[in-house]
């Protein structure tokens, strides 16, 4: 790790242009995110409810600031606009929402960076969570928002632009969550929701609910509230996976140029992967025979050409087909209750006190079962290809496929998460016009997380099959019904695995803040010390329990433990195998591993105690008798980090800790003039940082891919990202929440990351044989043993800065005009990015997850109790990993992401004569049932498609 990196010039140059600017005025004060004594802000009074309400306040927030920021608020407590808070931050310009495979929101990016590079905190004090979503590893700073209840938080505002009073931490911006307090509203107030949804894959019923109280005196001194959440949702998700794509890999006799039956050239097999390897001889089993095949036969060049009409051996070993194609079946249960708690005391005029805390806990259980058809390598051989249709990208679309096998995968998932969050402070003023201000704060957070994940995987007779892929592949096999559980499954080639993991994630901070001057016109000074700990622990006693398996369960008795499933295929008695097998026991004993094979997430831990102090000026000046707004300032952070993991030395397991400190400065200013009555000019420049992510850094080397082809490293002595920004915009505001603003932004990043490749053989990998699984010994020895070569992944700091430029538009205009009530939003993102420097192409083949485009609109309508809202959000696809990093292993494939556009609806009627004036609600999510897809170079070789279905939900809410 390097000590005391270096200050730039352009860091010095800005540090010292804002300490310039500031000694000759005050700057205005950008409003900070809520915290310690501080009320929900006085807006202009408005007329309108709901939806057009929350959107004035937001406009108003916007306008009022010093730097970028954007705002949404709730009506009231316990009526946020969304229901979820991902999908509620999606509506803001430049941000990106990550679904997972059920399609809820989970994480956001902004302005064109990965999730981890954005900032979370709540209540200004810094959220980590430790959980996973259903198909998400989440192993760096991402933040899973799905475990805070809407109704617990009454304001978001996304930081574009930094402050020195801010957290460090996130370069692309800074989300900040404000949680309900009783003098949002004071006086006593009661509010209600219940909701049922029905989701079309699963077609169940899910019921959620919520009840807020909250009271204070009539002295106005004292306040409490307090809140309850509670959403028991059925799971129901289907879709299709690759798991990678491959081609055949041919020996010297099946190429044409040789007589080794195992030697594979690359020479004969151009694009890479491979792992298609097929038998040397036409294997004697009924479906060869029922395929007119002659057991025995050699496949040589010859005969596969002969095989195929029309293809020649260079078509032939090119030709791509689905590594594991297979249907996939998720389905169970998503509990979630939260409890939130705040009092407020405020004995005098310049004294408050507030504590805040809330507690989420969920259960998850998901039964997740595919039958994958066997492409890679598995056992002594793979299927036999006849007939082959290819398109121009040698992508195969249609084929007989013999000797080919199926296998089960059943895994029934069960996580458990917890959340704590404690936020105590208080607000001091002195002076005879208390134009002193001291802020004190204390955060603690804890978040907790368990997923059990045991797997049975059961194989196939062989079978010869129709293959078709019209953009997705199927196929059809004949005689075989994989849905009949006495179709003479067995354990040959088959397996169980037995993994648990653990994480536990830990953040605290105590800062002290001390303003001079009033809230337009001030200078503030503060100290803060954070301390962030994250442990990942995997347990796997997968050969343990197998061998126990095997000896009580003989292939005679293994349909007696199958049922027929829900989406054409079998599944597992999951109840009567574990009893019978005694996975109890295993289980309760399971030992600690380097790897959670459930996610592929590495074992070990990261702990960084961070000191921070700032000084920032604010305050206002004249220019041509115009309103100008200033913050500057100056921030220092210094980080001490320990990075710790399992690594075997000498064939031993130890856990290795490595030390590493940095130190930064980290300059701001900002400022708005308001050259008309109703348009603001704003700029920004600043200096950000990001810490390097976790999951990059840990010294453990894991190898939780079953077929024994690529390893991940961790790279303790990377760098911390650093940013320079600049963003410039203009606002014109048209009355009530009617806006039209344009920003221009820019980042130049340096420290950027990217994914290395290299290929060793496994025997310096530094992982004992006794590490691997039995199938991936099986892997191992088919591919060379220990001389095997190995795709070892491992991030580096590239030689290069990445230069991201974007602008950004929002317009929202009311439309009374044409009808009362009606009105629009939508923004537009456009973001370009350029590498630049020694290692540029590298850093260009490794951006990933980055949406060059993104808008969302909203067509809303609300006319005394009655407000509908149609909203679409729409994302342009983008590469999702490294050319080359696919499990198939193909040189030239790269995953991209699909592009998705999603409509909504949320519609409601108020019946205000009515006791607690109960507010009717319709919500339908997906309308267009649009699936979540992404692709390998071409878009009729999908990796992953999930159907999430179309949900509808119908409640009711009110208050008194």
Not at 3 to 16: I, P, Y
Not at 696 to 702: D, E, V
Not at 783 to 805: H, K, S, W, Y
Request: negative net charge; contains cysteine.
């Amino acid at each position: 790790m390097k000590k005391n990196l270096c200050k730039t010039e352009l860091s010095r140059a800005l540090g010292m242009l804002c300490l310039a600017m500031a000694s000759g005025a005050v700057f205005a004060q950008e409003a900070a995110p809520q915290t310690a004594g501080e009320e929900a802000v006085q807006l202009d009074t408005v007329t309108v409810r709901g939806f057009r309400q929350s959107l004035q306040y937001s406009t108003e927030a916007k306008r009022d600031a010093t730097g970028f920021t954007d705002s949404i608020f709730s009506e009231d407590i316990g009526k946020f606009p969304d229901l979820n808070i991902a999908e509620s931050l999606n509506r803001i310009p430049g941000i990106q929402l990550d679904r997972d495979v059920n399609g809820e929101g989970l994480n956001v990016a902004i302005r064109g960076l990965p999730s981890s590079f954005t900032k979370t905190l709540i209540n200004g004090g810094d959220a980590y969570t430790a959980s996973i979503g259903l198909n998400r590893g989440n192993q760096n700073r991402e933040v899973d928002l799905n475990l805070f209840p809407t109704e617990f938080f009454n304001k978001l505002t996304v930081y574009k632009s930094p402050q020195a009073s801010l957290p460090e931490g996130g370069i692309s911006g800074v989300v900040d969550m404000r949680s309900v307090r009783p003098f949002d509203n004071p006086g006593t107030h009661v509010s209600y929701a219940a909701q049922l949804d029905h989701n079309s894959i699963g077609e169940k019923i899910s019921p959620r609910g919520s009840l807020i109280g909250s009271w204070t005196n009539d002295e106005g001194t004292f306040g409490a509230l307090l809140g309850v959440s509670s959403v028991r949702t059925k799971l129901s998700v289907r879709g299709w996976e690759s798991v990678g794509w491959m081609n055949p890999g041919l020996n010297e006799v099946q190429c044409g140029i040789g007589t080794s039956l195992t030697n594979r050239p690359a020479s004969c097999n151009p694009g890479g992967g491979g792992s298609l390897q097929m038998p040397d001889t036409v294997p004697n089993n009924a479906s060869t025979i029922a395929a007119g095949l002659t057991p025995g036969d050699v496949i040589d060049a010859d005969w596969l050409m002969a095989q195929n009409p029309g293809l020649g051996i260079g078509q032939i070993t090119e030709a791509l087909f689905p590594r594991l194609g297979r249907p996939v079946d998720m389905s169970g249960e998503r509990d979630r209750d939260a409890v939130i708690g705040s009092v407020e005391w405020r004995p005098s005029d310049t004294m408050h006190f507030y504590l805040d805390a809330m507690y989420s806990t969920a259960e998850y259980s998901n039964s997740r079962i595919d039958m994958n058809l066997v492409g890679r390598t598995f056992g002594p051989s793979g299927f036999i290809p006849l007939d082959m249709q290819l398109d121009s990208n040698n992508v195969v679309t249609s084929a007989t496929l013999t000797n080919a096998q199926f296998f089960l995968e059943a895994r029934p998932y069960r996580d458990e998460v917890q959340y704590w969050n404690v936020n105590p402070g208080a607000t001091f003023w002195f002076g005879d016009a208390q134009d002193v201000r001291l802020d004190v704060q204390g955060t603690w957070s804890r978040s907790w997380f368990f997923r059990e994940s045991p797997t049975i995987l059961v194989t196939s007779p062989f079978t010869t099959l129709e293959y078709t892929n019209n953009g997705q592949p199927t196929w059809t096999t004949g005689g075989l019904d994989l849905n009949d559980p006495n179709a003479g499954w067995s354990w040959a080639g088959g397996r169980v695995n037995l993994n648990n993991e653990k994480r536990v994630t830990e953040a605290g901070r105590l800062r002290a803040d001390l303003q001079f001057g009033d809230d337009r016109n001030n200078v503030k000074v503060g100290v803060a010390y954070d301390n962030f700990r994250r442990t990942i622990v995997g347990f796997d006693n997968s050969g343990a329990w197998q061998t126990n398996v095997l000896a009580t369960l003989s292939d005679s008795q293994l349909a007696s433990y199958l049922r027929p499933g829900p989406y054409g295929f079998i599944t597992a008695d999951y109840a009567a195998f574990m009893r019978d097998t005694d996975y109890a026991t295993y289980f309760a004993n399971a030992p600690e591993s380097n790897t959670s094979a459930s996610v592929g997430a590495a074992s070990g831990g990261v702990e960084e105690k961070n000191l921070a102090a700032y000084i920032e000026f604010n305050g206002t000046n004249e220019i041509w008798n115009r309103e100008l707004r200033f913050n500057a300032g100056l921030r220092w952070i210094d980080t001490d980090q320990t990075i710790s993991g399992p690594v075997s030395l000498g064939g031993e397991r130890v856990w290795q800790e490595l030390d590493g400190t940095y130190n930064e400065w980290l300059p701001s200013f900002s400022a708005a003039w308001d050259v008309a009555d109703d348009v603001v000019l704003r700029m920004a420049a600043s200096r950000t940082l990001t810490r390097p992510n976790p999951r990059s850094m840990l010294p453990a080397t894991t190898f939780s891919d079953p077929s024994a082809e690529i390893a991940n490293q961790g790279n303790p002595n990377l760098s911390p990202y650093l940013s320079t920004n600049f963003d410039f915009g203009a606002e014109w505001y048209t009355g009530n929440e009617g806006m039209l603003a344009l920003s221009l932004f820019n980042k130049r990043i340096e420290g950027y990351t990217y994914e290395g490749i290299n290929r060793i053989p496994f025997s310096r990998l530094g992982i004992p044989l006794s590490a691997l699984t039995d199938g991936q010994r099986a892997a191992l020895e088919a591919n060379g043993g220990q001389d095997a070569l190995i795709g070892v992944r491992q991030q580096v700091n590239a030689d290069a800065t990445l230069d991201i430029r974007g602008w950004e538009a929002i317009w929202v205009q009311p439309l009374n005009f044409v009808f009362d009530g009606l009105g629009f939003m939508a923004n537009y993102t456009h973001i370009d990015l350029k590498p630049v420097g020694q290692e540029a192409d590298q850093l260009a083949g490794n951006l990933f997850g980055i949406a060059p485009v993104m808008w969302n609109a909203t067509l809303y309508w609300e006319k005394n109790d009655a407000a509908v809202r149609l909203s679409y959000n729409w994302t342009e696809g983008s590469a999702q990993r490294a050319r080359g990093n696919n499990e198939g292993g193909i040189v030239y494939g790269q995953f991209f992401g699909e592009d998705r556009g999603q409509l909504d609806l949320s519609a409601s009627y108020s019946f205000r004569n009515l006791p607690t004036k109960p507010q009717l609600t319709l919500n339908v999510i997906n309308i267009t049932d649009e699936p979540i897809r992404n692709y390998l170079s071409f878009k009729n070789v999908p990796g992953d498609i999930y159907e999430p279905g179309v949900t509808v939900m119908l409640g009711v809410r009110g208050s008194f």
